[in-house]
C-alpha cells in the first residue's frame, strides 16, 4: 500500500497566518490527491480534490498544490473556523489511504 | 443534494459482528459510489473498502479481507457494511462516504459509533 506521512502533526498559528501543511507519499500517485478538514465530532469536509481542485463552496483561501510525491495544503489568511484537523488522502491505487493528519491549533 | 443518514450507534461483545447501514437521499444508490471509512477514539481515517466503478466490484483493504462485507440495496438505497469477529481495536466511528469522479469522498454520512466490550 502507498503509505502517505503529514507533516507537522500539529501546528500552532494566530488569525490571519498563513498556513502550509505537507504531505509526502511512499510513490508518485501523480494528482491523485485529496484534502480534508475535520472538527471533533463532525464527518470529515472535502476541500481539495485531483491536487489543487478547489471543491465548490470552499473558500478560496484554500489552496492544493504538488505533483508526484509531495502536495501541499495551504491557507493564505487562518479564519478562526480553520482551527480543525486536516487529512489527505491517496486515490491513485485501489488501495486508499489516508495521512497521519495535521491539527492546527490556536497559538 | 446528497444525503447520507446512517443508523445509530452499537455496542458489541468481541467475537460478534455488527451490521451498519447508510441510507440515500437525493440521488439513488446506483448513482454513487458507496466506501466506508473508520475512525477510532482520537485517531486518524482508515479506509475500509467501497464500490470501484471502473470494473464494477466492491473492494475492500486487505487488512478487512475475509472479515468485512459491503452490500447495497437498491429497492430501499440502503448501502451496508458488516463487520465480523469484532475485538476491541474496532471501538470506532464507522462513516459511509460517496467517491466523486476521482475516488475522492464529497459526501458523507454523519458517522455511527460502534464500541466492543466486553
Same mark, same amino acid.
Given at each position: 500500500?502507498?503509505?502517505?506521512?503529514?507533516?507537522?502533526?500539529?501546528?500552532?498559528?494566530?488569525? %490571519?497566518?498563513?498556513? #502550509?501543511? /505537507?504531505?509526502?507519499?511512499? &510513490?508518485?500517485?501523480?494528482?491523485?490527491?485529496?484534502?480534508? @478538514? $475535520?472538527?471533533?465530532?463532525?464527518?470529515?469536509?472535502?476541500?481539495?480534490?485531483?491536487?489543487?481542485?478547489?471543491?465548490?463552496?470552499?473558500?478560496?483561501?484554500?489552496?492544493?498544490?504538488?505533483? %508526484?510525491?509531495?502536495? #501541499?495544503? /495551504?491557507?493564505?489568511?487562518? &479564519?478562526?473556523?480553520?482551527?480543525?484537523?486536516?487529512?489527505? @488522502? $491517496?486515490?491513485?491505487?485501489?488501495?486508499?489511504?489516508?495521512?497521519?493528519?495535521?491539527?492546527?491549533?490556536?497559538? | 443534494?446528497?444525503?447520507?443518514?446512517?443508523?445509530?450507534?452499537?455496542?458489541?461483545?468481541?467475537?460478534?459482528?455488527?451490521?451498519?447501514?447508510?441510507?440515500?437521499?437525493?440521488?439513488?444508490?446506483?448513482?454513487?459510489?458507496?466506501?466506508?471509512?473508520?475512525?477510532?477514539?482520537?485517531?486518524?481515517?482508515?479506509?475500509?473498502?467501497?464500490?470501484?466503478?471502473?470494473?464494477?466490484?466492491?473492494?475492500?483493504?486487505?487488512?478487512?479481507?475475509?472479515?468485512?462485507?459491503?452490500?447495497?440495496?437498491?429497492?430501499?438505497?440502503?448501502?451496508?457494511?458488516?463487520?465480523?469477529?469484532?475485538?476491541?481495536?474496532?471501538?470506532?466511528?464507522?462513516?459511509?462516504?460517496?467517491?466523486?469522479?476521482?475516488?475522492?469522498?464529497?459526501?458523507?454520512?454523519?458517522?455511527?459509533?460502534?464500541?466492543?466490550?466486553?
Amino acid at each position: 500500500d502507498i503509505q502517505m506521512t503529514q507533516s507537522p502533526s500539529t501546528l500552532s498559528a494566530s488569525v %490571519g497566518d498563513r498556513v #502550509t501543511i /505537507t504531505c509526502r507519499a511512499s &510513490q508518485s500517485i501523480s494528482s491523485w490527491l485529496a484534502w480534508y @478538514q $475535520q472538527k471533533p465530532g463532525k464527518a470529515p469536509k472535502l476541500l481539495i480534490y485531483k491536487a489543487s481542485s478547489l471543491e465548490s463552496g470552499v473558500p478560496s483561501r484554500f489552496s492544493g498544490s504538488g505533483s %508526484g510525491t509531495e502536495f #501541499t495544503l /495551504t491557507i493564505s489568511s487562518l &479564519q478562526p473556523d480553520d482551527f480543525a484537523t486536516y487529512y489527505c @488522502q $491517496q486515490y491513485n491505487s485501489r488501495a486508499l489511504t489516508f495521512g497521519g493528519g495535521t491539527k492546527v491549533e490556536i497559538k | 443534494q446528497v444525503q447520507l443518514v446512517q443508523s445509530g450507534a452499537e455496542v458489541k461483545k468481541p467475537g460478534a459482528s455488527v451490521k451498519v447501514s447508510c441510507k440515500v437521499s437525493g440521488y439513488t444508490l446506483t448513482e454513487l459510489s458507496m466506501h466506508w471509512v473508520r475512525q477510532a477514539p482520537g485517531k486518524g481515517l482508515e479506509w475500509m473498502g467501497g464500490f470501484d466503478p471502473e470494473d464494477g466490484e466492491t473492494i475492500y483493504a486487505q487488512k478487512f479481507q475475509g472479515r468485512v462485507t459491503m452490500t447495497e440495496d437498491t429497492s430501499t438505497d440502503t448501502a451496508y457494511m458488516e463487520l465480523s469477529s469484532l475485538r476491541s481495536e474496532d471501538t470506532a466511528v464507522y462513516y459511509c462516504a460517496n467517491s466523486g469522479s476521482y475516488y475522492e469522498f464529497d459526501y458523507w454520512g454523519q458517522g455511527t459509533l460502534v464500541t466492543v466490550s466486553s
